[in-house]
């Protein structure tokens, strides 16, 4: 064999081998798409019926915690347990609702800022731990009434299990209920549909659906309820 048969020869085994290798790769392909496509499909549906449904604020939910007058004015406030501003709305609160009860339905959303506040997250789990046994409303009261104390501790855990057995609840079926998906994503839900609303910050308040400036004190909590109330009886 001379030099040049010699050299057609390898050229012929250089092409036969790199056909190889491209029929080699594009069956690699053909298979991580078969497997891959219907999980990454898989995935998607998942994510998307799994996130459940994000109520807007002109819309009370079955899964909303409300108190007050049904068929009063609808007052949405997405709040953050640690957030300082959130505890003073609701001493606010408190101190307007005797003058708006009759006239007014209170809905608290989850909106927990857990970037800045280390203990929204857990709070908000237990106010629905709690919720679960029918005592949201009073474990709502003890995480504001006590938040400039538990925010500096090092660990929660024990001081919002002592809120639970002062309210005379489960203590063990509440860690249980905090593991819940259920729970977990009612709080994700509430965030969700807070930030589709436009909710950029806590606390807000959505007067009848639309986002209003939360009033300093009882007398014009009491004000922005009346005009609501006037509103509705005029259009």
Not at 64 to 87: E, I, R, S, W
Request: glycine share 6%; proline share 5%.
């Amino acid at each position: 064999m001379n030099k040049r048969e010699q050299q057609r020869l390898i050229r012929e085994q250089k092409q036969q081998a790199a056909q190889k290798k491209d029929v080699t790769k594009k069956n690699i392909t053909r298979l991580a798409l078969v497997v891959l496509v219907p999980l990454i499909v898989i995935g998607i549906l998942y994510g998307l019926l799994g996130q459940g449904t994000a109520y807007p604020p002109d819309r009370v939910a079955q899964s909303d915690h409300v108190k007050g007058n049904p068929d009063g004015v609808t007052l949405v406030v997405y709040a953050d347990f640690q957030c300082p501003a959130c505890a003073a709305e609701h001493q606010m609160m408190a101190m307007a609702w005797p003058r708006i009860a009759d006239r007014a339905q209170l809905v608290f959303r989850h909106y927990p800022l857990t970037s800045t506040h280390r203990f929204a997250w857990i709070a908000a789990l237990y106010a629905e731990a709690a919720g679960a046994q029918d005592k949201f409303w009073e474990m709502y009261d003890q995480l504001f009434i006590n938040q400039a104390y538990w925010s500096t501790l090092a660990s929660v855990n024990d001081e919002f299990d002592g809120y639970l057995e002062q309210l005379g609840l489960d203590v063990a079926r509440a860690h249980q209920d905090m593991r819940s998906d259920a729970i977990i994503q009612k709080i994700r839900n509430d965030q969700r549909g807070g930030t589709n609303a436009g909710v950029r910050g806590t606390p807000a308040l959505f007067v009848n659906g639309r986002l209003t400036p939360v009033p300093q004190n009882p007398v014009d909590m009491a004000a922005v309820v009346s005009r609501a109330v006037a509103a509705g009886t005029t259009d």
